[in-house]
């Protein structure tokens, strides 16, 4: 397993941005493919954004489609995502998982290890 840790979040207006970090401890960070997730007040962990742990295919909720970017830099064994035009409703708790799937898996049970969150608040 690898242990993950994420970075980034805070309070932004509304039409602003973040870039969150994941940074992975552990090995083979690159046999994982990893994915962004979000939970707000209330509600169950929803998939936002995933990678492929070979090819860097991405993957995207349709609710962020267009406004967020996944990334991933083996190297360094951190994911990223860039998130812009924020909205008030993208306000929640986001995690970064990693699966051994070879793709990002839309549902969390398939992911094997999670970083403790990070949280974006965006007002309006």
């Known amino acids: 397993q690898v242990q993950l840790v994420e970075s980034g979040g805070g309070l932004v207006q509304a039409g602003g941005s973040l870039r969150l970090s994941c940074t992975a401890s552990g090995r083979a960070f690159g046999n994982y493919a990893m994915g962004w997730f979000r939970q707000a007040p209330g509600k169950e962990r929803e998939f936002g954004a995933g990678i492929s742990r070979s090819d860097d295919s991405t993957y995207y909720a349709d609710s962020v489609k267009g406004r967020f970017t996944i990334s991933r830099d083996n190297a360094k064994n951190t994911v990223y995502l860039q998130m812009n035009s924020l909205k008030p409703e993208d306000t929640a708790v986001y995690y970064c998982?990693?699966?051994?799937?070879?793709?990002?898996?839309?549902?969390?049970?398939?992911?094997?290890?999670w970083g403790q969150g990070t949280q974006v608040t965006v007002s309006s």
């Open positions: 998982g990693a699966t051994r799937s070879p793709v990002p898996m839309y549902d969390s049970t398939w992911y094997d290890s």
